[in-house]
């Protein structure tokens, strides 16, 4: 089986996380990606990242946890930007504008912080992990404006029209386990070539159909399954594409330890 990479998961919200880790292992996973979304979480992410060689930290601003005063989103952005470099890419950020969202921060501030943490990004060379819940166009168009040139559509389940434009930049769009279930998403994913397909379980979400379950990064594996199933492609060859996305999207290459080892 060829190795896989979570590359969306709230490692910090997970109870019971070292045995969580040892069943990605042991699954096939070489890295997981964790992403952060407030100051707090920001700093549970980066010790979680020195505990196990497996998680490469992201470093990001939720746009449903921005806080409640100027101070403290600016606060984050500091601890963003002074941790910048132990990062592999500047996330979770975006736009969501669902109501309960919207109730708790305006769209005007979303967009303004964006923009702020987008140009740490891009002065940085980072890539964005963007979540962009009914607010397609929008993320879409502050990332052009922002000069980033690399990021991912996190769970993409928006209009096809700004799905090709995202693909035509180069960005990248990730399916999670609603590609077992959801139409939105599904349709997405199908649309999304292989070139520009990432995978991820955003664990510990809990996926809603017959049976609610908390989802961990081992899950990942049935994500494969899901968006193999769904494109008509083998699953080690899909497995493959989607590793080396991630190892290039993140620079993960570059690190010290190689992380898919060699076969002679
Ligand atoms: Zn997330």
Known sequence: MYPLIDTHAHLDDIEDLGPAIARAR?????????????YESNNRVLEIAERYSIVFPALGCHPGELGETAAEIERNLQFIEDNVESTVG????????????TSKVSKDTQKQVLKDVLAIAK???KPALVHSRYSWWDCFNILQESGVERA?????SGPLSVLRDLISQGY???ATL???YHEDHRRAMSETPCDNL???TDSP????WGTEFESEPADVTRVLEAVARLKGVERDVLAQRTTENALTLFGLSDFPAPLIPAVD
């Open 152 to 156: 991912v559509f996190h769970w993409y």
């Open 90 to 101: 500047i996330g979770e950020i975006g736009l969501d504008y669902h109501k309960r969202a």
């Open 172 to 174: 990248y769009a990730s």
């Open 205 to 208: 979400v809990i996926y809603r």
């Open 198 to 200: 990432l995978l991820e």
């Open 123 to 125: 002065r940085y060379a």
């Open 178 to 180: 609603a590609a077992e």
């Open 26 to 38: 042991e699954n096939g996973l070489i890295a997981i990606i964790a992403v952060g979304v407030d």
